[in-house]
């Protein structure tokens, strides 16, 4: 599928709060640019000088087309090696994995190739999906565990977190959490089986965790070797949920209804937003 990957001015979008994360007039790598329309609002916004990474051909054909990137590669990440691009050492303020490394074989190799291209002061910014939000424990409970064309059970998707497992990944690969900002999902989220579906006193039970409502963790990082996976887990749980985001809304409604029983109008709905 293409993926245009929009970005809105919306705080409830892991592309928004990724745009927030970067300084003006730095020079970010944007790993996984989909069509560019981060690394545009980046460059036309914020005077960035923006490089991008991205596996779909049709993908860089539309970024090729905007001429805003200072260089733009078809890469599979699966495929990437210390020694393709030389003259990246060091170079990046940040490098933006946006719903990428859940998508890669192995997240933890790609991930310390890339931690080379920072400079010494540089960070990372990433978004990673949350398996624990309520439509997923939903489904289990239903005997359920169906995949999407997109959302959190993306078929595309390899890997899968909670904020537990995101915590000791980023701790593995000596990365500290430094902000955390949560995107949110009302609680039937893209599944056929929904929340709703459940005994009221399950639906509490699930409701009261926090990170129920969470679709993504989107996350500023810097590397520090001695970072405790504590310190993570911390970062992962300081916030608060915003109930005005987690109300089903019109446009939700008809979001969740293409994905759950018309998927194949969504290829050709990404394919004309482009």
Known sequence: MLYSKQLTINNNDSLSKLYA?????????????????????LVKKKNCNVYGMEY????????????IFSEIHQQDLN??????????FQKFDYIVCGDVLEH??????????LLSY?????????????????????TLLQDNFTYTDLGILDKTHLHFYTYKTI?????????RITECSPVFLALDGYQKDTFSDLPQVIQAYIKADKHSHVMQYTMKCRVD????????????????????????TFLFKIKRLLITRFSGLLKWIEYFRK
């Open 167 to 175: 915590a000791e990944f980023l701790t593995n690969n000596n990365l």
């Open 118 to 138: 920072l400079k010494s002061d540089g960070e990372i910014l990433i978004s990673l999906p949350n398996l624990a939000h309520a439509s997923i424990k939903a």
């Open 104 to 113: 890669l074989l192995h997240p933890d190799m790609v991930l310390k190739i």
């Open 225 to 248: 070797k001695k970072i405790s996976c504590q310190h993570n887990i911390n970062q992962l749980n300081n916030w608060e949920i915003q109930d005005q985001q987690n109300q089903s």
């Open 79 to 88: 495929l990437l090696t210390h020694n393709d691009f030389p003259s990246y």
């Open 56 to 67: 779909n051909p049709e993908s860089v054909t539309c970024c090729k087309k905007l001429q």
């Open 21 to 41: 994360f970067v300084s003006p007039q730095t020079t970010v790598l944007d790993v996984g640019c989909a069509c560019g329309g981060l690394a545009e609002a």
